[in-house]
């Protein structure tokens, strides 16, 4: 990557093979070092097969980045599930400029780690504008905040914390104690207390009490 860089071969990588030869010359790579590249590759490969994308679905955009987003699908030819990674991830980049990142700093790791985690509901919360629901019931996987934090922090504090380890917590309540809590009927309505009562625990450093939260809906 660092010889096509110097060769200026990287301007060239995302031309169509089916646009005759006619394309808009970029500025090539974003990057000036690779690191970033050599931690996914060491730390996230495992989690990129699961999601049943690849190297190229993930790496294309930290070295193009979100405006060039058509040009990585096109000229890759991504199915839809890539596709729609890529897209998400731009998201979360057009995010970044709202988000504050700086919490990272010498807490310990059990801290940076719940940090983390409130940083995806952030994150999570901006993108899904019903905010319903649980978040593991999402069509959105969790392994792709996690891929997405790549782009939001910079590379010296998400070198800090294990990729691999982090995970989201279960939640303390089911359906049945949402419906004994609160007279409520519809579907909707439901969804719409898990979301508040998954917001409130997040809020509380994952440690409220499926009492507390009770207590929080019986009087929000």
């Known amino acids: ?9 990287d301007k060239y990588l995302l031309i169509n093979k089916n646009n005759n030869h006619k394309f808009a010359i970029h500025n090539g790579f974003l990057l000036n070092n690779f690191k970033i590249i ?7 490969k495992t989690v990129i097969q699961n999601e ?10 930290h ?16 199915n839809k599930r890539k596709t729609k990674f890529l897209y998400f991830v731009r998201q979360l ?3 970044k400029i709202n988000i504050k990142n700086n919490f990272l700093g010498t807490i310990d790791a059990q801290e940076n780690k719940i940090k983390l ?11 899904i504008s019903k905010k319903q629901g649980l978040f593991k019931k999402d069509q959105i996987p969790f392994n792709w905040y996690k891929l997405g934090l790549l782009h939001v922090l910079s590379f010296e504090k998400i070198k800090k914390f294990d990729f691999r380890e982090l995970n989201w917590p279960i939640f303390p309540l089911v359906r049945e104690d949402i ?42």
């Open 179 to 220: 419906l004994k809590s609160k007279k409520i009927t519809t579907y909707d309505e439901v969804e719409k207390l898990f979301f508040e009562a998954e917001d409130f625990w997040v809020n509380n450093n994952f440690k409220s009490s499926p009492n507390e939260i009770l207590h929080f809906l019986k009087y929000r």
């Open 63 to 78: 070295l193009y980045g979100g405006s060039n987003v058509e040009m990585i699908i096109n000229r890759f030819d991504l």
């Open 38 to 44: 050599d931690f996914i590759k060491s730390n996230a």
């Open 93 to 95: 980049i057009n995010l």
């Open 117 to 127: 985690l409130q940083l995806i509901w952030k994150l999570r919360s901006c993108i």
């Open 1 to 9: 990557m660092s010889m096509m860089n110097k060769l200026s071969i």
């Open 52 to 61: 049943k994308l690849d190297l190229i679905s993930v790496i294309m955009i």
